[in-house]
């Protein structure tokens, strides 16, 4: 009888030590949990920075400021981003609006800037020490086949400019017809010398020179300019090039008369150049 009640007593020990360690598993379960969610929340919320690309952010950064430098060029008084659409319809607007037309006073203004400055340039041309005009000429042809001074002849495009008006005119060569082609003008100069520069003044027809030569005291030529003449109306054409190892007196102008319409009129020529 001893016996049993011991080993009832020993039963109802066990299942007491069961019961009390149920519980302690039940009630230390959810703090065990509760413990392990932050980390892994704070595990969670670390993830993007340590995942995400650096250059996605730093991409979407760069855009709006470029939209917001290349609008506030434009538009000094425009800044923010938000602003952008308006800074754009209003430089468009401003852009658009045509500029108001120049008044009587300012046209006049104008015209006496433009003749003062050729008439500046005009002297500075016949005033330059190393310049000289051309004393004899000939031509490929001559308008009414013209011979010594006589109008349109080689002769007018020798001395100083005479002619102070765009237009055809007696005081300077015209080759025999208009829009014929190749023509040409050689002209001789009073003293050699080493050349850097002719200046060719067009009185009709600008535009139509293609080629300049100078010659060397054996008789070759040398091309010192070619190409295409941007001459407008009464003005020179200026050919500088490096100074010609050679002495020379001689200048060759080649013209394509068929380029610009009409006559082309050669008034002056001037060879520029030193003895050294």
């Known amino acids: 009888m001893k016996t049993v009640c011991i080993a009832l007593t020993t039963i109802a020990a066990s ?3 069961l019961a009390i360690s149920g519980c302690s598993k039940a009630d230390s379960a959810p703090a065990a949990t509760a413990a392990a969610a932050p980390a892994a929340s704070s595990a969670s919320a670390a993830a993007p920075a340590s995942s995400a690309p650096a250059a996605v952010p730093a991409t979407a950064a760069a855009a709006p400021a470029t939209v917001v430098a290349d609008v506030s060029a434009a538009s000094p008084a425009v800044a923010p981003v938000a602003s952008a659409p308006a800074a754009t319809a209003a430089l468009l607007a401003a852009t658009a609006a045509p500029a108001a037309p120049p008044t009587a006073a300012e046209r006049e203004a104008e015209r ?3 003749q003062i400055e050729w008439a500046l340039k005009q002297d500075e041309i016949k005033s330059d020490p190393n310049g000289q005009w051309a004393t004899d000429a000939k031509a490929s042809s001559t308008f009414n086949d013209a011979k010594g001074n006589t109008s349109y002849s080689a002769s007018q495009a020798t001395g100083e400019p005479n002619v102070q008006t765009y237009s055809t005119t007696p005081q300077a060569w015209s080759s025999k017809t208009p829009d014929s082609g190749i023509e040409w003008l050689e002209l001789t100069f009073a003293k050699p010398v080493r050349a850097n520069a002719v ?5 009709s027809g600008s535009g139509a020179l293609i080629k300049i030569e100078v010659f060397d005291e054996k008789g070759a030529a040398h091309t010192v300019w070619s190409g295409a003449d941007s001459t407008k109306e009464l003005n020179y054409l200026i050919a500088e090039f490096p100074k010609t190892a050679f002495m020379t007196n001689r200048v060759k102008l080649t013209l394509a008369t068929n380029v610009v319409g009409g006559w082309n009129q050669i008034d002056a020529v001037q060879l520029v150049g ?3």
């Open 274 to 276: 030193s003895n050294q």
């Open 199 to 203: 200046r060719v003044r067009e009185s």
């Open 15 to 17: 299942f007491l030590a």
């Open 112 to 114: 006496k800037k433009a």
